[in-house]
């Protein structure tokens, strides 16, 4: 559930009526374990050791099951602004083990932390998706082009240059026209160019233009001015 959980959460994920559900929770509260939290009807854990405990003492099946409960509450409890809370509930889906569900909102909460530069978790979110597309085996399908291309773009961000040039070039297969060709070449050239591999960048980017019908200066001090000027434009 999280340290800070709400009253409603609780409600949905017992079969207990609300009464008693509150007297538990006044009695844990006696017990200093739970604290009341600043806001009404929200409850948190009084350290976050005591929430460790509880659930390591949980049943792998158990904690899996309990996971997907409280992302299908989030679901049911946010429906009007569910992109408030999707990296809470692709973080519960994922956790549950339910990878259908979990492809639903791992794209999206990778996107929003690409958004948000939180780089880490697009990442980790993209490549789960990934993981997810392989299972169901949609290699080459538009979402899978998509994610890797995104997840190519962050770890240029980064600065994992080998990842992104591994993965561009795993893309260049599924381009289906020359302009998808280039872009990728712009990509793995850039990634070229930040690793200082000054060689092997104007040779990814003179592929990049060549596709394009573009020519680069013989003049090696201005190439690299007009692959980039040049590419700038697609």
């Not at 600043?38 to 003492?57: M, N, S, T």
């Amino acid at each position: 559930i999280g340290r800070e959980f709400q009253l409603e959460m609780l409600y949905r994920l017992t079969a207990l009526d609300r009464n008693q559900v509150i007297k538990y929770i006044d009695e844990f509260v006696g017990m200093q374990l739970l604290e009341h939290g600043p806001e009404r009807g929200k409850v948190l854990f009084a350290h976050d050791r005591i929430q460790e405990v509880f659930y390591r003492e949980l049943p792998g099946d158990e904690r899996r099951r309990i996971h997907y409960q409280v992302a299908a509450a989030l679901e049911s409890m946010n429906q009007a602004g569910k992109e408030r809370m999707i990296f809470e509930i692709a973080y519960h889906y994922v956790k549950s083990d339910a990878r259908e569900k979990s492809l639903e909102y791992v794209i999206p909460a990778a996107d929003l932390a690409k958004a948000l530069y939180a780089n880490e978790e697009a990442i980790k979110y993209y490549q789960i998706a990934l993981e997810v597309l392989n299972e169901q085996n949609k290699q080459g399908s538009p979402e899978w082009i998509r994610i890797n291309g995104e997840l190519a773009e962050v770890y240029l961000t980064v600065g994992k240059c080998d990842e992104a040039i591994l993965i561009s070039e795993a893309l260049l297969p599924f381009a289906g026209t020359r302009l998808e060709k280039a872009r990728i070449y712009k990509k793995i050239g850039i990634a070229y160019f930040k690793k200082g591999d000054y060689l092997m960048c104007e040779e990814k980017l003179r592929f990049a233009l060549g596709l394009l019908g573009e020519k680069t200066p013989i003049n090696r001090q201005t190439v690299f001015l007009s692959l980039i000027s040049n590419l700038m434009i697609h």
